[in-house]
């Protein structure tokens, strides 16, 4: 049943609606929540799907799963990344004041909407500048109890990052602050939908209410995934603007030293930089976004010696 | 005065950018750091330090600026936002004043804020003329952040009424205020009363603040107006919010600075295609007008007026 979260007046003949899509009913919560940022679609495609698969198959789960496909409607409505107006980070904004601006009464309106839930998926698809691999991202203070949750997304990578205080402002640090264990995927790139990385996390969403006791069709088989922290990426910036000419494919393990691209000048056809990389590993982000700065991120290459399955929770 | 070029930011199709600053005073002295727009919508806070440039530049010429201070204005940081009418670094959105302290190996934005930093660190006080995140003009007025470093009673030197202290979220360990007294530098934000708009007696107004506040610490030898009184000193969470329930064309009846009474009309919200009146936005006490929404258009739930309460 399509409930309304928050619903308000704009200024006008308008009104913003948060909706989710609550399916089932009594027992376990998920949440799975997207559209945070207007311009990650990748989610779309993903709660399109389990909105679709849980309906035709209510034989193999219980419990109750809300959809939140629009986090920020506004902004995925007009592809801009923020919310419009106020241009703010809504995942900036958590856990949101009662009493606040609009952003910030809806932001608090939400956490409380999903307080208390078994668990919260929250899925990001990068931003128009960078590819990601399917991954979930865990602050390595809530690292024990969610690594064990995030294998079952079936994704390739956790990344288990540094905490960091301008986090705290998150949606999914506002969540586990309370006791509501949310895991953020990341996969794709902003403005697309990347099918087969959606299907992969669908069934991740199966095993993962498998294990929580929700589903109870056939398990699906998920990857071991390669579980790694910050010591073990490495960045690769640009050293100047120009034009990023890639040479590698994204996803692939790359060689220390192995040309990554190259930074070029369309005026004079120049070379200005050649980007080796800094480390063996694989590639699991990469520029998409061809117009680089200095300091633009290029590529995140996780090192080799990161093992697979290894368990830094 | 001495102008100099600070860094440059180089950017693809577009010639290299020059974050300029103007030097008074001892080229070692490190007194006082003045840091206007670091976002492509603060006119004001550029214009404030334009105006302050000149005011300087007079007071050094006539000898009344201490041989031994030194000060720093930054004017501005991203004409690269400002040039194509965009708030955030044009590139991609981020803020410059969500960076702080910068990362000289990071992205772009974060570049730009290490060497800003590094520029602007080391004062023994720092003032950032800096905008609010929500439409609106506010009471000017001068803003600590309450780091547990803060000397509040060092901001009553500027001469401003008032003197409002904020607990820092998350989201603002990331300033440049909350940075600079991180690094043992006073910081001090003060708010004019516009942003997009070069307002010329708000601009006398901040600009006097800024000299009295060197007068007071002996840097300029130079009888300035006294401050009206003590300044109030109060915490932001005091302030009365009167919040919008409906959307809809925002008429003010009160401006920053207007005493109101409890139930007196500040604003009304009408329909825009019919006037029909939608809401009338009232005192919920007796106090002053300190901060009022400017856009034209107001949604639902949205600060439409902060009262400060007497």
């Known amino acids: 049943m399509v409930q309304e979260v928050v619903r308000l007046p704009l200024a006008v003949d308008e009104e913003l609606a948060v909706r989710k899509n609550r399916l089932g009913g009594g027992g376990k919560r998920l949440c799975v929540v997207t559209g945070t940022h207007g311009d990650e679609l990748e989610g779309q495609y993903v709660v399109w799907r389990l909105n679709r698969l849980l309906r035709e198959q209510p034989q193999h789960w219980k419990g ?81 109890r969610l690594v064990p949750m995030a294998r079952h997304l079936n994704m390739d990578l956790i990344w288990v990052h540094a905490a960091a205080t301008v986090l705290e402002s998150t949606l999914a640090h506002s969540l586990n602050a309370l006791d509501t264990p949310t895991l953020v995927v990341e996969m794709g790139v902003g403005n697309r939908l990347t099918r087969a990385w ?116 | 005065m001495k102008e100099e070029i600070l860094f440059t930011i180089d950017a693809p199709y577009r010639p290299a950018l020059p ?82 302290p910068g990362y000289d190996q990071g992205e772009t934005t974060q570049r730009i804020a290490a060497r800003l930093f590094g520029a602007l660190q080391g004062y023994r006080w720092g003032v950032h003329l800096t905008s609010f995140y929500l439409p609106g003009d506010h009471l000017p007025h001068v803003r600590m952040m309450d780091t547990g470093y803060q000397q509040v009673e060092e901001a009553a030197a500027f001469g401003l009424p008032y003197i409002l202290v904020r607990s820092p979220q998350a989201y603002d360990t990331t300033t440049l205020n909350y940075n600079w007294q991180i690094w043992n530098t006073q910081a001090f934000s003060l708010y004019s009363t516009s942003t997009e708009c070069a307002d010329d007696e708000a601009a006398r107004l901040a600009v006097e603040a800024i000299l009295r506040f060197l007068a007071v610490k002996g840097l300029l030898q130079r009888p300035y107006f006294p401050a009206a009184g003590q300044p109030r000193i109060l915490r932001e969470n005091a302030l009365h919010t009167v919040l919008s329930h409906a959307g809809g064309l925002m008429l003010n009846r009160r401006a920053p600075g207007d005493r109101v009474e409890a139930g007196e009309l500040l604003g009304e919200i009408i329909d825009p295609c019919t006037c029909r009146s939608l809401e009338q936005l009232r005192a919920d006490c007796r106090g002053r007008v300190f901060f009022c929404h400017r856009a034209q258009l107001i949604n639902g739930h949205e600060v439409a007026f902060r009262l400060l309460p007497e």
């Not at chain 1, 986090?71 to 990344?81: A, D, V, W």
């Not at chain 1, 960045?235 to 190259?262: D, K, M, Q, W």
């Open chain 2, 19 to 100: 974050v300029r600053g103007w030097r008074f005073g001892s080229p070692e002295g490190r007194d006082l750091a003045v840091m206007g727009a670091l976002r492509g919508n603060e006119i004001q806070q550029m214009y404030v330090c334009g105006r302050l440039i000149q005011a300087l530049q007079t007071a050094e010429s006539e000898g009344a600026l201490s041989p031994d201070c030194g000060i720093l204005v930054v004017p501005c940081a991203n004409q690269f936002s400002m040039n194509v009418g965009r708030r955030f670094w044009a590139a991609d959105n981020t803020d410059i004043n969500r960076m702080f």
């Open chain 1, 64 to 144: 109750t799963v809300d959809i939140y496909p629009a986090m920020n409607p506004l902004g995925i409505s007009t592809m801009t990344r923020g919310i419009p107006l106020c241009d703010l980070d809504m995942n900036r904004t958590f856990p949101g004041n009662e009493n606040g601006s609009m952003s910030e009464y809806i932001a608090a309106r939400l956490v409380a909407d999903m307080q208390g839930a078994d668990a919260v998926i929250d899925i990001h698809a990068s931003n128009i500048f960078l590819r990601e691999i399917p991954q979930v991202r865990i602050n390595v203070n809530t690292a024990a």
């Open chain 1, 198 to 313: 959606g299907d992969q996390l669908i069934q991740g969403i199966l095993s993962l209410m498998a294990s929580m006791g929700m589903w109870t069709g056939p398990v699906p088989q998920v990857r071991d995934p390669i579980v790694s922290s910050d010591g073990h990426v490495s960045f690769v910036n640009s050293p100047c603007p120009g034009i990023l000419i890639p040479a590698v494919e994204h996803g692939t393990v790359v060689h220390r030293g192995e040309e990554l691209g190259l930074v070029a000048d369309p005026l004079t056809g120049e070379i200005l930089q050649r980007l080796p990389s800094p480390a063996d590993g694989l590639l699991f982000t990469l520029r998409e976004y061809p117009v680089v700065y200095e300091g633009s991120l290029i590529a995140r290459i996780l090192g080799a010696d990161t093992e697979k399955g290894e368990d830094e929770a």
